[in-house]
């Protein structure tokens, strides 16, 4: 599976924060289920990259799907209507970045660059080659080092 990075994020006002929470829009659930791996600053990073805070892996969040191939989306919408759910959209997902990956990723650049690696639930599987449409990221400025 191809990882998707999001456009860098200027943090140059951010240096000393140590706690971030990502907030990922648009995530599709409407197809397979899969794990993100979420990395800051390594776009190159893949399903066998270690999930240390020196690769910078923030953490991961799990989207469970409705399945593949993902139902067109009017088509969809009157199945959950009819089974008396609601429509499928996209939702939302946050993450709270692991400290070490988050003070790493701001002293070494004046860009914080987003990478999720969708990691298919089942074996051999499908997983979005998109796995978000945009990603916000909301520093806790009382979180500052000493």
Do not use: C, W
């Not at 499928?88 to 988050?102: Q, S, T, Y």
């Not at 003070?103 to 860009?111: K, V």
């Amino acid at each position: 599976m191809a990882a998707y990075t999001a456009p860098p994020i200027s943090v140059t006002s951010f240096r000393g924060v140590r706690r971030a929470e990502l907030v990922f829009g648009g995530v599709d659930q409407a197809g397979p289920s899969f794990e993100a791996r979420v990395f800051l600053n390594n776009p190159d990073a893949d399903e066998s990259t270690t999930q240390t805070p020196e690769t910078g892996y923030a953490g991961s969040f799990h989207v469970y799907g409705y399945g593949e191939p993902a139902p067109p989306a009017i088509a969809a919408t009157k199945a959950m209507q009819a089974k008396g759910g609601g429509p499928i959209v996209p939702i939302e997902k946050r993450l709270h970045a692991d400290e070490a990956a988050v003070r790493a990723a701001l002293e070494g650049s004046d860009e914080l660059a987003v990478t999720v690696v969708p990691v298919p639930a089942d074996p051999g599987g499908g997983a979005p080659e998109r796995p978000f449409e945009h990603v916000d990221v909301v520093f806790d400025r009382a979180a500052t080092e000493a």
